[in-house]
């Protein structure tokens, strides 16, 4: 998928992120199947932008503190179909055999479909 001219990766506020303290860990590090975060010094901080998803914005609900936002945009649901919500699944790419989380409808992997 190309994406569009506005970037998109999410942005963390640190003064509102506590690191998810009553956990451990952020629950956006854990969850973020993409690996868009780490955690340092007791925060989450978004360390790789581009393996985020475009239009994906599955990490911000998880955030009970509201710490992480994202591009504003009308393609935000651009890829999400009636129904479907845009939920995260796991596809295996039928071309490299690689297992890797999307919300669309593919199956075939990020870098095998920018390798054209």
């Not at 925060?43 to 609900?61: H, I």
């Not at 845009?86 to 593919?106: A, E, H, P, Q, Y």
């Amino acid at each position: 998928m190309v994406r569009d001219s506005t970037p998109w990766y999410p942005t963390i506020f640190p003064e509102k992120c506590d690191g998810c303290a009553h956990l451990g860990k952020p629950r956006c590090v854990e969850f973020c199947p993409n690996g868009v975060f780490k955690f340092i010094d007791g925060k989450a901080v978004v360390a790789y932008p581009l393996k985020c998803l475009n239009g994906c914005t599955a990490c911000a609900p998880l955030c009970h503190r509201k710490a992480i936002n994202f591009p504003k945009t009308d393609l935000t649901h651009a890829f999400i179909k009636s129904g479907d919500k845009g939920l995260l699944k796991k596809v295996t790419c039928r071309k490299c055999g690689k297992i890797f989380w999307v919300n669309r409808d593919t199956d075939v992997c990020f870098e095998c479909e920018n390798k054209k």
